[in-house]
């Protein structure tokens, strides 16, 4: 790290991009972290705000465009299946 930190001051080497390959690693183990978390969180919670939860999750951690999951019919809070995108949208 000091050689980085040093060969920023000659120019030499640039610092690693945001999105880069040799980070990806980190990101990896950071969100399997986050996501093996959830569990303890969600112990009180209902099926659908379980589901919502995750969503959202997934959303930034995959940095995908939107997550939809499903419910089980056999559910009692069954409100309809999640759907969570990365930058809000008009139901219309």
Do not use: Q
């Not at 019919?73 to 139901?91: I, L, N, R, S, Y």
């Amino acid at each position: 790290m000091t050689r980085w930190r040093d060969s920023l001051r000659d120019g030499a080497i640039a610092p690693p991009e945001p999105h880069s390959e040799a980070l990806e690693p980190t990101r990896c183990v950071r969100n399997l972290v986050a996501l093996s978390a959830l569990p303890a969180i969600w112990k009180d919670y209902e099926p659908a705000r379980i589901a919502e939860s995750a969503a959202c999750a997934l959303v930034s951690m995959l940095d995908a465009d939107f997550v939809y999951i499903a419910l089980p019919v056999e559910c009692d809070e069954h409100k309809g299946d999640v759907v969570k995108t990365a930058v809000p949208v008009e139901a219309a």
